[in-house]
């Protein structure tokens, strides 16, 4: 391979792996290395690996994430006094809002065990479905059809 067919290579590569960081692009390579059966690597190969440890973090991240709304919940629920919860939520990331709306912890229930089974399992599932939903957000390619959609959207949306 000449010089520069090695340079071109080298940049396909660094294109597809400089969004990680160091610690995580070596466990990956490790990983990779130790389990990929057909020579040469690809970068998809390495991906491949970071993506199952993200999924396999992603639940105890959602965990973690319901305990935060839940002492919320705890220390500034009170309907009579919504503002005080309204300030508590909207410093949580966007996406820990959406799961917690999608749980309805934040409403107001008879029995409070029903927030800790169901809320919980509603929680998670749409904390971990976040990615779907932000990756399938611009599935319509550019274009004509996705420049008229953007206009009929704007004569729907309310005055600013």
């Known amino acids: 391979m000449d010089a520069k067919a090695q340079a071109v290579y080298a940049a396909i590569w660094t294109e597809g792996l400089d969004d990680l960081p160091y610690r995580v692009l070596e466990a990956a390579f490790r990983k990779t290395l130790r389990e990929c059966l057909y020579w040469p690597i690809k970068v998809a190969n390495i991906r491949e690996h970071v ?3 993200k999924k396999a973090a992603l639940p105890e991240e959602a965990v973690l994430a319901w305990e935060k709304v839940l002492a ?6 009170n309907p009579d006094f919504p503002q005080y919860l309204t300030r508590a939520v909207a410093m ?3 996406r820990v809002q959406r799961a917690a709306r999608a749980s309805g912890i934040f409403q107001e229930v008879s029995d ?3 927030i800790h089974v169901w809320g919980k399992k509603r929680f998670i599932e749409s904390y971990v479905n976040w990615n779907e939903i932000e990756e399938n957000e611009f599935l319509l390619p550019d274009g004509e059809i996705k420049n008229l959609m ?6 729907k949306a309310l005055p600013e």
């Open 150 to 155: 953007i206009e009929f959207a704007k004569t």
């Open 92 to 94: 949580l990331p966007e």
């Open 51 to 53: 993506d199952r440890t």
């Open 72 to 77: 919320i919940r705890r220390e500034h629920f």
């Open 112 to 114: 409070p065990d029903q």
